[in-house]
């Protein structure tokens, strides 16, 4: 345990913060377990929430989820794949999503802000929500929707949720009113500061030049290498990426700060999203589509190859081969292979690549929803309990279930004998 | 072999021939049934090996005992003796010489019953409970395999307390068959792995699912040479894959087929879709045999991709089936496969083991004649 106790210095960089903290222990029990590789205590506890999931009888179900997310969160300091945690939000989500009960429940309502900050636009879901009316009495909704607002520039629109937010009563009303003060009071410094940036700018412009492409604030200036002067651009991460609160707030959707007149630009993302949010049907949830390492596949490049032959047939032309024997040392043997029999000579290396998936974007998977609900029925329809062996993260299988059922039982038969 | 105890209470001549009185639909088919079959779920069949005289039935259920019985040539079946578990049952399998069965169960032990003596001895711990069981004979060694939801695969040599070894597995094993020199295991999550025994065993391939829900059975298949050549993988939802090791053509040799689903063709109503929850080859025409959670078991030709025979509907889901060596006998096991959960779980239904005649109806229909 003492070499553990030093571990969380040592992968702190790996620690993923939490907005409402890590314990100290659960930290050092995680890293300590992915430390010496020791994943069975790890399953177990995985497999022990799964199956509460699956045999809780009692009356309030979003528990189990809680402190099941609660525990992932806890134990996966790193988050990523291995802990599945947007697969579990997402599945907790979705399985309430009807159930009136939870509309309100700021536990459930926290969930859909955490799965929504895992999507690639959060706002998608945040307007579900308030379609569905989910959380549409909550403070959180709104303060988390406005922020998401805020971190694009879209100021007014943030504004304006808060509007709304308190229009609606959500509660706690002094928690809203306290966030959007502090809104307001960011714009108003903002204002100010832009405006105190622009008769800079204004001056610099009259100084000459320099001042159009953004300056370093630490490190030297970056300076072009070679024949061709281009520079790298500063900024080189897109606007809605780069977001700062407080006294650096830049607009990043504004029109150039020494610009005097604002040109349409059609390519240019709107200035501001509709004003009020709208109310669409909704019939089906987003998918979280933030997921890590997937890269859109894109056109390479637009040069061809000419093809060289005459003939019009494209044959690879063999390297030719060496004049020379390599050389060979005496003792040298080829390495042993682990033994397969069963046929060696089709062991390929490399399978082929399979084809992508097309990729689910809310709007396709909602279209696809509305398409079923007019034909009518599904052509096809399982005769098992498919939501029970597929309602966590990880599968079951009906025999698993049954032992679990089996174990519960003999446990509170053991209790009370 | 020590019998039943005497308060299970039944004649030899309880068995046979039922006729046409029956009316219920428990076992529409009229086949022979077993005599004191467990008293809940069966999980698992096996009949004795050709070493073997005579034709002896294990069966392994959800009340922890795993049973055995004689089929005699008429058809009647003798109990013969009877070992507990303190979990309920997985999977058994027989010994080469037939003088022993190894059970693997809920209770994360697996044990070596000794049909002579009657005893029975723990020879493997998981950290899980054990969902199969095969038994390895191999020119160097000998040795029992054992899949577990602990997602290891360890292989035991019955006499150490200790695996001689452990192979991690991905996954939690749901399915394996194992004909030598070749194990096939099918896990959770879709992953199918492919192990090469000889030697010793290791991981010679992982495949790519052919199918695309939850595997639940698997068995593998000969060629003519009398080697395995591939295996047949069976899904949750009504569909066998027919997957080749190394194929001349990939494309055309594997395939996939629907099976165990209601009449499709009404496009009114849906078609309902029903686990597979278990493969068997017949031994002798390498014809292979599906049962499903519809209460259906069916009949089919892999080399020429046709249907022989689908069964009239039970009244419950079959859950395990099986061929005796020569093949001659089809054993099928009716009782809940849990396939709706507990709530359909109704402990009073009887469970039944049912015998067929398996000698004709396998019989691949396009032989020349």
Redesign the interface.
């Known amino acids: 345990m003492a070499e553990c106790d030093a571990e969380w210095e040592l992968c702190k960089e790996n620690i993923q913060p939490l907005r409402h903290g890590r314990t100290i222990s659960a930290l050092h029990q995680a890293l300590c377990h992915q430390h010496e590789g020791n994943n ?1 205590a790890l ?2 506890k995985k497999q022990s929430y799964e199956s509460e999931l699956r045999l809780y009888e009692g009356d309030d179900p979003l528990d189990v989820w809680v402190r099941y997310i609660k525990w992932t969160k806890q134990t996966y300091p790193q988050g990523g794949k291995e802990s599945n945690l947007s697969v579990l939000l997402q599945r907790a989500v979705r399985r309430f999503t009807d159930d009136k009960k939870y509309q309100d429940d700021i536990r459930y309502v926290e969930l859909w802000i955490e799965f929504a900050e895992g999507c690639s636009d959060p706002m998608d879901i945040y307007r579900f929500m308030q379609a569905q009316g989910i959380g549409t009495m909550q403070a959180a909704l709104y303060i988390a929707w406005s922020e998401e607002n805020e971190k694009r520039g879209n100021l007014k629109m943030a504004d304006s949720i808060f509007q709304n937010g308190v229009k609606c009563g959500a509660q706690p009303s002094e928690k809203l009113h306290a966030f959007h003060r502090a809104l307001q009071a960011r714009v108003c410094r903002q204002m100010m500061s832009s405006m105190t940036d622009q008769k800079k700018d204004h001056d610099d412009d009259e100084d000459g030049e320099g001042s159009e492409e953004p300056q370093r604030s630490s490190l030297v200036e970056l300076k072009a290498k070679g024949k061709k002067k281009a520079v790298v651009p500063i900024n080189r991460a897109s606007a809605s990426v780069g977001y700062a609160r407080g006294l650096h707030f830049k607009q990043p959707l504004g029109p150039k700060q020494n610009s005097r007149l604002e040109i349409f630009d059609e390519n240019k993302n709107p200035e501001t999203e509709p004003q009020e949010p709208r109310l669409e049907i909704w019939t089906a949830p987003p998918t979280a589509r933030a997921k890590e390492n997937e890269q859109k596949p894109e056109k390479w490049t637009n040069v061809k190859l000419p093809l060289k032959s005459r003939s019009g047939l494209s044959v690879a032309v063999p390297p030719p081969l060496p004049t020379f024997q390599p050389f060979v040392e005496e003792d040298h043997q080829p390495p042993a292979v ?6 060696p ?3 390929s290396v490399l ?1 082929a690549r ?1 084809p992508c998936r097309v990729q689910e974007t809310p709007l396709k998977m909602l279209s696809q929803h509305t398409q079923h609900a007019a034909e009518g ?9 498919k939501e ?2 597929y309602c966590g993260v ?2 079951f ?7 679990e ?3 519960q039982k003999l446990q509170t038969d053991r209790q009370t004998d | 072999m020590s019998l039943f105890g005497t308060n299970t209470g039944f004649g030899a001549g309880t068995t046979g021939v039922f006729g046409s009185a029956t009316t219920d639909s428990h076992n529409p088919m009229k086949d022979v049934e077993v005599t004191s079959p467990p008293d809940d779920s069966i999980s698992c069949l096996a009949f004795s090996p050709p070493t073997m005289n005579g034709n002896f039935l294990i069966g392994g259920s959800w009340a922890n005992d795993v049973r055995c019985w004689e089929v005699q040539d008429n058809g009647q079946t003798v109990p013969k003796a009877q070992q507990m578990h303190t979990g309920p049952v997985l999977d058994v399998c027989w010994s080469d010489d037939g003088s022993k069965v190894y059970t693997a169960s809920c209770d994360k032990t697996a044990k070596m019953w000794d049909l002579n003596t009657n005893q029975a001895t723990q020879i493997a711990q998981h950290d899980g409970p054990i969902r199969t069981i095969h038994w390895i004979t191999a020119p160097n060694y000998s040795c029992a395999m054992t899949g577990s939801w602990d997602k290891t695969l360890k292989f035991w040599d019955t006499r150490s307390p200790n695996p001689m070894m452990s192979l991690q597995m991905p996954e939690r094993c749901y399915c394996a068959d194992v004909v030598y020199p070749m194990a096939v295991v099918a896990t959770a999550e879709r992953g199918l792995i492919v192990y090469q025994l000889e030697n010793q065993p290791s991981e010679f391939r992982r495949i790519d699912s052919p199918l695309k829900h939850q595997h639940r059975c698997v068995a593998i298949f000969k060629d003519k040479q009398n080697k395995p050549t591939g295996f047949a993988l069976g899904s949750i939802e009504g569909r066998v894959a027919i997957h080749y090791i190394s194929p001349p053509n990939p494309a055309k040799d594997n395939f996939t087929f629907k099976c165990h689903r209601s009449n499709g063709t009404n496009t009114a109503t849906p078609q309902d879709i029903y686990a597979v929850n278990a493969i068997s080859f017949h031994p002798v025409h390498g014809t292979l045999a599906t049962v499903g959670s519809d209460g259906r078991f069916s009949f089919w030709d892999k080399d020429a991709r046709t249907k022989l025979k689908t069964s009239e509907q039970l009244d419950q889901p079959i859950t395990a089936c099986c061929f005796n060596n020569t093949g001659n006998i089809f054993a099928y096991a009716s009782s809940y496969d849990w396939s709706k959960g507990h709530e359909y779980y109704n402990p009073q239904k009887k469970n039944y083991i049912f015998l067929r005649n398996a000698t004709e109806e396998l019989k691949p229909r396009n032989k020349k004649w």
């Open positions: 069975t399953n177990q682990t033994p397969c029999k069963i046929n000579a089709v062991n399978s399979k029925k599904p052509r096809e329809q399982s005769m098992y309990c029970l062996l990880i599968e299988c009906f025999e698993e279930l049954r032992a059922r089996y174990r």
